[in-house]
């Protein structure tokens, strides 16, 4: 992932998935020639047999993309056979976003790719196009959507975004989605990148798609095919092909030319003007001097990592490099996606920093060929540092004007879900929890999900849950604990009697175990029955001593991975009074606990129905190391009144301020601490109403870090003066 403080780059891919068969060769074979494989007594290759793995252009691209720290979404075709699951849980292990990829219903299989690997990493493939070539006209539809509003999203959270392309799709589909993305880009104003590589279709490129993708990237044999055969064995007569492609309408051409490296071409058309600029990185020997050894995903690789490179903001001097990095680690290993690099040797390979969105661009005077510098200019990097522990954490650093931090990953309400089902359309029913999953997966947006315990999870296995979580490209964020009122009703971690409290510690146990099952990282507290009705009902000293002890122990048995966050509501529709009733005494508490994996959740409606100001409650929590945990929703400010209206729809400019603190506190460095909405849908379109959720989060987060920026926001807590 991206180090903390920066914005992970949106790369967004549609294109083609395979099951790829690697068969070593000792050479390929001639015409109607039988040759047996290599193996391990024939030294070839390594000694290594045939091998499989996932490939495909744009699965490729798509797990690059994900390891070189971008947030990485495919949008593609599976098929209808047992490749398809193997294929989608190999993706999601690498991070890659499948929520808008479809799974073919007629009986078509999933693409495969045959390659033959010569010795010296040489390789030829045979692709069979199955699921991948099946693309229907509403398919393709949905596709441009999804890309253009991955652009959006993107905008929102104030990050670069790339969409790729490749030729092992219908071209239809290419066009629509390309011209989806730049009519999203013309009318919103938001800015966007379409790269295409040209591989996968040996035939002409048509006009309408060059005239919509904005880098078309061919390899060495392709420009050639491209350009009716024009040899391209010289750096001259590489370029002159080049032009060649951009005088059939490219606005720019990325050529990968194997051991001679890559070469852009790009800018006007005016060549004795010099409006022409041209581009050449050499190749880049591998880390220790390695031989290459299989070719297969190299081009993927570069093409992946010149993508993120311009959606971090930087150069085309810097995303050449950056490419060649890529392509040099990937040729040193075998197998395609096995071979792709992560994202810190690829850029030490590069000697570029891990940097934030620059914003260069080349726009110097031309030359005809120009030779790239073996590092970036020193004044075209910005260092980018992991952030520090929660030990030596600067509680308040001084607002940086550069770069808005990133946007914490977002999870929303799952039971939101079975509102509307006459809307829903999956396979699964709403009545079951992977229904409910399976619907939420539909909300662009969303990355973690948070399941009740016991209500979401008795009866079914963590296996279960988990595929289902990966089927939708979602994770586990949390468990939160919902104790039954049938034996709770009377309180669960306060109640008076001793034995209730034991065994609302043990329920909240096996609630850690599910978090330690799904890979979450908090199981958060809701003392739903842990208030009073009347005076004297209660021995508030010792109330306040049992929930200490009990927490405690809660705390213990989950272990130090797991974060324990009490989502205390100071109002609550069970109790007239809460046991913890604000924030300064849910600060006591976690005091008196004394467990560093103990905190706090704050729910924004609930403060604002307390009286309380949720951005102070936020500062105050954070100054006590305790802010686990945010929910957003909004509440008119009637005590008991309703909490499950979306974010900011009647608190704009607390919601403004809650989420300013929340940057100025560094609130969502690292997974552990997300954003949660905690809505109610009624008569709304539960996924309509968190895709709302999401956008106006995105929008007011910007909002925040452009005031933090300017310093608009400083001046006015200096002044303290309601008109500042």
Same mark, same amino acid.
């Given at each position: 992932?991206? #180090?903390?403080?920066?914005?992970?780059?949106?790369?967004?891919?549609?294109?083609?998935?395979?099951?790829?068969?690697? &068969?070593?060769?000792?050479?390929?074979?001639?015409?109607?020639?039988?040759?047996?494989?290599?193996?391990?007594?024939?030294?070839?290759?390594?000694?290594?047999? &045939?091998?499989?793995?996932?490939?495909?252009?744009?699965?490729?691209?798509?797990?690059?993309a994900a390891r070189l720290g971008a947030r990485a979404r495919f949008c593609?075709?599976?098929?209808?056979?047992?490749?398809?699951?193997?294929?989608?849980?190999?993706?999601?292990?690498?991070?890659?976003?499948?929520?808008?990829s479809v799974h073919d219903g007629n009986g078509v299989g999933s693409g495969?790719?045959?390659?033959?690997?010569?010795?010296?990493?040489?390789?030829?493939?045979?692709?069979?196009?199955? @699921?991948?070539?099946?693309?229907?006209?509403?398919?393709?539809?949905?596709?441009?959507?999804?890309?253009?509003?991955?652009?959006?999203? %993107?905008?929102?959270?104030?990050?670069?975004?790339?969409?790729?392309?490749?030729?092992?799709?219908?071209?239809?589909?290419?066009?629509?989605?390309?011209?989806?993305?730049?009519?999203?880009?013309?009318?919103?104003?938001?800015?966007?990148?379409?790269?295409?590589?040209?591989?996968?279709?040996?035939?002409?490129?048509?006009?309408?798609?060059?005239?919509?993708?904005?880098?078309? %990237?061919?390899?060495?044999?392709?420009?050639?095919?491209?350009?009716?055969?024009?040899?391209?064995?010289?750096?001259?007569?590489?370029?002159?092909?080049?032009?060649?492609?951009?005088?059939?309408?490219?606005?720019?051409?990325?050529?990968?030319?194997?051991?001679?490296?890559?070469?852009?071409?790009?800018?006007?058309?005016?060549?004795?003007?010099?409006?022409?600029?041209?581009?050449?990185?050499?190749?880049?020997?591998?880390?220790?001097?390695?031989?290459?050894?299989?070719?297969?995903?190299?081009?993927?690789?570069?093409?992946?990592?010149?993508?993120?490179?311009?959606?971090?903001?930087?150069?085309?001097?810097? /995303?050449?490099?950056?490419?060649?990095?890529?392509?040099?680690?990937?040729? %040193?290993?075998?197998?395609?996606?096995?071979?792709?690099?992560?994202?810190?040797?690829?850029?030490?390979?590069?000697?570029?920093? &891990?940097?934030?969105?620059?914003?260069?661009?080349?726009?110097?005077?031309?030359?005809?060929?120009?030779?790239?510098?073996?590092?970036? @200019?020193?004044?075209?990097?910005?260092?980018?540092? !992991?952030?520090?522990?929660?030990?030596?954490?600067?509680?308040?650093?001084?607002?940086?004007?550069?770069?808005?931090?990133?946007?914490?990953?977002?999870?929303?309400?799952?039971?939101?879900?079975?509102?509307?089902?006459?809307?829903?359309?999956?396979?699964?029913?709403?009545?079951?929890?992977?229904?409910?999953?399976?619907? $939420?997966?539909?909300?662009?947006?969303?990355?973690?999900?948070?399941?009740?315990?016991?209500?979401?999870?008795?009866?079914?296995?963590? /296996?279960?849950?988990?595929?289902?979580?990966?089927?939708?490209?979602?994770?586990?964020?949390?468990?939160?604990?919902?104790?039954?009122?049938?034996?709770?009703?009377?309180?669960?971690?306060?109640?008076?009697?001793?034995?209730?409290? #034991?065994?609302?510690?043990?329920?909240?146990?096996?609630?850690?175990?599910?978090?330690?099952?799904?890979?979450?990282?908090?199981?958060?507290?809701?003392?739903?029955?842990?208030?009073? !009705?009347?005076?004297?009902?209660?021995?508030?000293?010792?109330?306040?001593?049992?929930?200490?002890?009990?927490?405690?122990?809660?705390?213990?048995?989950?272990?130090?991975?797991?974060?324990?966050?009490?989502?205390?509501?100071?109002?609550?529709?069970?109790?007239?009074?809460?046991?913890?009733?604000?924030?300064?005494?849910?600060?006591?508490?976690?005091?008196?606990?004394?467990?560093?994996?103990?905190?706090?959740?704050?729910?924004?409606?609930?403060?604002?129905?307390?009286?309380?100001?949720? @951005?102070?409650?936020?500062?105050?929590?954070?100054?006590?190391?305790?802010?686990?945990?945010?929910?957003l929703n909004d509440a008119p400010v009637r005590l008991g009144a309703e !909490?499950?209206?979306?974010?900011?729809?009647?608190?704009? $400019?607390?919601?403004?301020?809650?989420?300013?603190?929340? $940057?100025?506190?560094?609130?969502?460095?690292?997974?552990?601490?997300?954003?949660?909405?905690?809505?109610?849908?009624?008569?709304?379109?539960?996924?309509?109403?968190?895709?709302?959720?999401?956008?106006? &989060?995105?929008?007011?987060?910007?909002?925040?870090?452009?005031?933090?920026?300017?310093?608009?926001?400083?001046?006015?807590?200096?002044?303290?003066?309601?008109?500042?």
């Amino acid at each position: 992932a991206c #180090a903390a403080g920066a914005l992970a780059p949106h790369v967004h891919v549609v294109g083609s998935v395979n099951v790829d068969i690697t &068969v070593p060769v000792p050479r390929l074979p001639a015409r109607e020639e039988t040759l047996l494989a290599s193996d391990g007594s024939s030294g070839g290759n390594g000694g290594a047999g &045939v091998s499989l793995a996932v490939g495909g252009k744009g699965a490729n691209q798509a797990a690059a993309a994900a390891r070189l720290g971008a947030r990485a979404r495919f949008c593609g075709r599976f098929g209808s056979d047992t490749h398809a699951p193997w294929l989608r849980e190999k993706l999601t292990a690498e991070g890659v976003d499948l929520r808008r990829s479809v799974h073919d219903g007629n009986g078509v299989g999933s693409g495969q790719g045959y390659v033959l690997l010569e010795p010296d990493g040489a390789a030829t493939s045979v692709v069979v196009g199955g @699921a991948n070539a099946a693309w229907t006209a509403s398919e393709a539809e949905a596709a441009g959507v999804a890309a253009a509003d991955a652009v959006d999203e %993107a905008a929102i959270a104030g990050a670069g975004a790339v969409v790729l392309l490749q030729r092992e799709i219908p071209e239809f589909v290419n066009e629509i989605v390309a011209a989806a993305v730049k009519e999203r880009v013309r009318r919103a104003g938001k800015r966007a990148v379409v790269l295409l590589d040209a591989g996968g279709e040996d035939r002409a490129l048509g006009p309408t798609l060059l005239s919509l993708v904005d880098y078309v %990237a061919p390899n060495e044999g392709e420009l050639s095919r491209l350009t009716d055969g024009m040899p391209t064995a010289t750096a001259d007569e590489a370029l002159a092909a080049a032009r060649a492609l951009r005088a059939q309408g490219a606005a720019a051409v990325l050529v990968t030319l194997g051991d001679r490296g890559a070469l852009l071409v790009h800018g006007g058309v005016e060549v004795e003007g010099k409006e022409e600029v041209v581009l050449h990185q050499p190749a880049l020997r591998p880390p220790g001097g390695g031989a290459a050894v299989d070719a297969t995903a190299a081009g993927d690789a570069f093409r992946a990592a010149f993508g993120v490179a311009l959606a971090e903001g930087r150069p085309h001097r810097d /995303a050449l490099r950056l490419g060649a990095a890529a392509g040099a680690i990937a040729v %040193a290993r075998r197998g395609a996606m096995p071979s792709l690099p992560r994202r810190e040797e690829c850029y030490a390979l590069a000697g570029l920093a &891990v940097a934030g969105a620059g914003g260069a661009t080349d726009t110097a005077p031309a030359v005809e060929w120009e030779e790239c510098a073996d590092s970036a @200019a020193a004044d075209e990097k910005q260092e980018r540092v !992991d952030g520090p522990s929660d030990a030596d954490v600067e509680l308040w650093p001084s607002p940086s004007p550069s770069a808005a931090p990133p946007l914490p990953l977002l999870a929303s309400r799952l039971n939101s879900m079975r509102a509307r089902p006459e809307l829903w359309r999956g396979a699964e029913p709403l009545s079951s929890v992977l229904g409910l999953i399976a619907r $939420q997966a539909s909300v662009a947006g969303l990355s973690l999900v948070e399941l009740n315990y016991p209500q979401h999870l008795e009866g079914l296995a963590a /296996a279960e849950v988990l595929a289902a979580l990966r089927a939708a490209g979602l994770r586990a964020g949390g468990v939160a604990m919902r104790f039954p009122e049938s034996a709770f009703s009377a309180g669960a971690l306060t109640a008076a009697s001793a034995d209730v409290r #034991a065994s609302a510690v043990r329920l909240a146990a096996e609630a850690c175990g599910w978090v330690h099952a799904l890979n979450a990282s908090q199981l958060v507290v809701w003392p739903q029955f842990d208030g009073y !009705d009347y005076n004297l009902q209660v021995d508030y000293a010792a109330a306040l001593d049992a929930a200490a002890e009990a927490y405690g122990a809660v705390a213990d048995a989950c272990g130090p991975r797991v974060r324990v966050s009490l989502e205390f509501k100071p109002t609550d529709e069970k109790s007239r009074f809460a046991l913890v009733p604000s924030t300064g005494a849910a600060v006591e508490l976690v005091r008196r606990v004394g467990r560093p994996n103990f905190g706090l959740t704050l729910d924004f409606g609930h403060l604002l129905m307390a009286g309380e100001n949720p @951005a102070q409650s936020a500062a105050l929590a954070h100054g006590a190391r305790a802010l686990f945990g945010v929910q957003l929703n909004d509440a008119p400010v009637r005590l008991g009144a309703e !909490d499950g209206l979306a974010f900011a729809s009647a608190h704009p $400019q607390a919601a403004l301020e809650l989420l300013f603190w929340l $940057q100025r506190a560094g609130y969502g460095r690292g997974e552990r601490e997300h954003l949660y909405f905690d809505t109610f849908p009624l008569r709304e379109d539960p996924v309509a109403e968190a895709e709302h959720n999401v956008r106006v &989060v995105g929008e007011l987060w910007a909002a925040a870090a452009a005031m933090a920026a300017s310093g608009v926001a400083e001046e006015a807590l200096r002044a303290r003066d309601g008109l500042a």
